[in-house]
């Protein structure tokens, strides 16, 4: 008896930290900057290809450009992670539901 209701209890616990999901917040973000990236690169490039003299806004362009990359990765890097800790949650719920019964 004892043992059920330490199991309810860690369920009870668990159950409102799954219904967060950081990882597509996160995901999501990354996805978004991966996107600007992507246009910023394209404008540097055409700056960098059609301009004779190489223009002075040009390298706080690249710069930002090299920033975000690195949000990108570290974004998505934390969001692998986040999702993994997510997964591991709801797989301990299940077994805890499937051992007191609930999901018959």
């Not at 949000?71 to 997510?86: F, H, K, N, P, Q």
Request: overall charge positive; glycine content about 4%; proline content about 3%.
């Amino acid at each position: 008896m004892e043992e059920r209701a330490a199991l309810e209890q860690e369920l009870a616990q668990l159950a409102p930290a799954a219904r967060e999901r950081r990882s597509a917040d996160l995901f999501l973000r990354a996805a978004i900057e991966t996107f600007c990236c992507v246009v910023i690169t394209g404008v540097c490039v055409k700056l960098f290809h059609d301009s004779k003299r190489t223009p002075l806004f040009l390298w706080p362009l690249l710069l930002l450009d090299a920033l975000l990359v690195w949000d990108v990765i570290r974004g998505y890097r934390e969001g692998r992670a986040s999702l993994r800790r997510e997964l591991r949650r709801e797989a301990r719920i299940r077994e805890l539901r499937s051992t007191l019964g609930i999901d018959g």
